[in-house]
């Protein structure tokens, strides 16, 4: 474990944290107006080995070859200058720090972004350290600025790697569809209105990375991926972009506890192991792993049943009303992966060269309007 002290005077920043993978989603921007719970769950961290944040840089003043050396295939609107490493906590994690009265306002819209830069400041000595995100369709963190922290191991027991089959036997999976409360509303997280449940901005920022791959993976043939809840994720987005016709490209569920792949499907979904990020290594070193959160992929590969909603108030973990309540509501919209997610991942495949997947990059917007994304 480890705590973040501030690089000018020492003082703690943060409580003890574990390192775990930052999540897919960390930098999703998710609807108009919605509150998005916190992104990080205490006493975890993690770090975001890309630059982002400000200042940045319009795709017109990079050259292809300092693109490419970022690992970054296609124009994109805009690279980040910031400094690679940025820490993501949760807001409840941090220590000694105070909001910059001067950059409360920057950019923000319901609340706190960060788009002028770090917000908050070392009690201490008022050096600048962190952003406080929780402007509404953003996930709320605090980001630690990589040159202003500096991480120290903390005495004691560190939080030892799960095993995939202790990963399985928690059965910590994350459900497809949930209820989302917009900024202000009176309603609350806790009102079950039908018209509140939505897919799960995880599941579309997941599918959103894994679609990358799979029309990496396709090199421009049909795909089928399995019927039930895979299906419904992907493969309405995969018909649109990819041409119809035989010689279809297979794509199945692998991972712990499932069975071996069939010999005639070399594209595997797979889960990422949510503490390191090692995507689970397929015994075929040929086939294509495709990664998912090990949430996602867990519901995906071991569907939960429909799960009844209390009716009021909460309930302790574990314990269900289904003697009076119906089932969560499904939502009343397609499932529709996340645009962004995809175009960041596409863009870092160095596939995307290949016209056929570059044309898809180019044409991205009328998927959009389509209701693919």
């Known amino acids: 474990m480890f705590v973040f002290v501030c690089a000018g005077c020492g003082a703690e920043l943060t409580a003890p944290l574990s390192q775990v993978v930052l999540p897919v989603h960390a930098h999703q921007k998710y609807g108009n107006g919605i509150q998005l719970p916190v ?71 319901c609340g706190l972004d960060g788009a002028a830069g770090p917000n908050m400041a070392c009690l201490e000595c008022a ?17 630690l600025a990589p040159n202003a922290v500096r991480r120290l191991p903390v005495d004691g027991a560190d939080a030892a790697t799960l095993s995939w089959a202790e990963l399985m ?16 509303s009176r309603m609350g997280a806790g009102h ?23 029309l990496a993976a396709s090199e421009g043939r049909p795909m089928i991926v399995p019927d039930g809840l895979v299906g419904e994720v992907f493969q309405r987005a995969l018909d649109a972009m990819l041409p119809a016709g035989p010689q279809a ?4 569920l692998a991972g712990p506890g499932r069975p071996a792949p069939d010999g005639d499907a070399n594209i595997l979904l797979v889960p990422s192991h949510p503490q390191t990020g090692e995507v689970w290594a397929p015994a075929d070193p040929e086939a294509y792993p495709v990664p998912l959160p090990f949430g996602v992929w867990l519901w995906l590969a071991f569907p939960e049943p429909d799960l009844p909603v209390p009716a009021s108030g909460g309930l302790p973990d574990g314990v269900l009303r289904d003697d009076f309540d119906p089932p969560a509501p499904r939502p009343r919209h397609l499932f529709r992966a996340d645009p ?16 056929w997947l570059r044309n898809i990059l180019d044409n991205l917007t009328p998927q959009m309007r389509a209701g693919f994304f």
């Open 39 to 109: 992104l990080m769950e205490s006493g975890t961290f993690a770090v975001d080995s890309e630059p982002w944040g400000p200042p940045w840089r319009p795709w017109e003043e990079i050259h292809p070859d300092e693109a490419a050396a970022r690992g970054v295939y296609a124009p994109v609107y805009a690279l980040s200058d910031g400094a690679p490493g940025a820490i993501v906590i949760a807001p409840g994690d941090a220590r000694g720090t105070v909001l910059i009265p001067e950059n409360r306002g920057g950019g923000y819209c």
């Open 127 to 143: 050096l600048p350290v962190a952003s406080r995100i929780d402007d509404c369709s953003l996930w709320q963190a605090i980001w």
């Open 169 to 184: 036997a928690a059965g910590k999976g994350t459900p497809p569809f949930e209820p989302i409360t917009t900024w202000g």
């Open 192 to 214: 079950w209105s039908n018209h509140l449940w939505t897919w799960s901005p995880q599941w579309e920022a997941a599918a959103g990375r894994a679609l990358a791959h799979l």
């Open 249 to 252: 490209r297979r794509a199945v």
């Open 340 to 355: 962004e997610t995809f175009r960041n991942t596409l863009v870092r495949l160095p596939t995307v060269r290949s016209p």
